[in-house]
């Protein structure tokens, strides 16, 4: 895991389609100056993460490097769009209520198109950050909370398959804060059917861009390729991070 990428693990973790019940820091983000209710966030200071060179590792289980530049350049536009939609609505300045309408008006846009740019920005970032290992049956403290929670790994893995061949873009598996297991869920588009209380700790980005140069139409080949080269030393990291901000929320 490259420095720049660990920088960013608690927010890419603690925010991805969740609410954290936590104060957290976006670990991306300098120190900002308001600039006024509208904003709420920084103004078009959001940069891309590098592309781990650990991606190399998942040609030999089918995932080319071609298939990850390809991806990576999607990712580089959503950072760009959530920089464009910061600009915007800070420029806003402060909203007059009267503007406002539910079917459409510019601040209703403005904040539902944030959360698919933003999304995007994380869901890749944690997607990226959990490829590139050895793949296999997990090692550490993930092994553990996996046969707790789903009875042996390949329950977990017959799971995470079925969710993903239904899924329209995104697989999570996630820790709940409440009862310390974890659990797989969908999500049809970057900010679709969020888990509050909950923290993902590895994504499967499903939508055929990630793998329809290697397998085509062939998602499930893909999933039994990206479960070949996961990281799980890297999603060990994720779930300490996670049992982390869920003890400091329960304080």
């Not at 300098?30 to 590098?50: H, M, R, Y």
């Not at 904040?111 to 793949?135: P, W």
């Not at 996996?146 to 995104?170: C, H, M, P, Q």
Request: net charge neutral; glycine share 8%; aromatic share 12%.
């Amino acid at each position: 895991m490259t420095p720049e990428l660990d920088r960013r693990q608690l927010f890419a973790l603690g925010a991805t389609a969740v609410a954290a019940a936590s104060t957290v820091v976006p670990a991306f983000a300098e120190p900002f100056a308001p600039q006024g209710p509208s904003a709420g966030n920084t103004k078009g200071d959001l940069k891309p993460i590098a592309m781990p060179e650990k991606l190399k590792n998942t040609a030999p289980a089918g995932i080319s490097l071609k298939t990850h530049e390809e991806h990576y350049k999607l990712y580089t536009g959503y950072v760009k769009k959530v920089n464009e939609i910061r600009e915007k609505l800070a420029g806003l300045g402060v909203p007059d209520p009267a503007k406002a309408n539910q079917t459409f008006s510019e601040i209703r846009e403005l904040k539902v198109e944030y959360t698919f740019a933003l999304g995007g920005v994380k869901n890749h970032e944690l997607y990226f950050n959990i490829l590139g290992g050895q793949g296999g049956a997990p090692n550490g403290d993930i092994a553990d909370v996996i046969k707790a929670s789903f009875g042996s790994y390949e329950n977990w893995v017959a799971d995470l398959k079925a969710t993903g061949i239904a899924a329209r873009g995104w697989v999570w598996l996630a820790h709940d804060y409440t009862d310390g297991s974890v659990f797989n869920y969908i999500g049809d588009a970057q900010n679709t059917f969020p888990v509050w209380h909950a923290t993902p700790l590895l994504a499967l980005d499903v939508y055929e861009h990630a793998y329809y140069l290697d397998f085509q139409t062939g998602r499930a080949k893909y999933i039994d390729a990206f479960l070949k080269s996961v990281d799980w030393d890297a999603v060990n990291k994720n779930l300490a991070t996670a049992k982390a901000v869920a003890a400091a929320a329960k304080k």
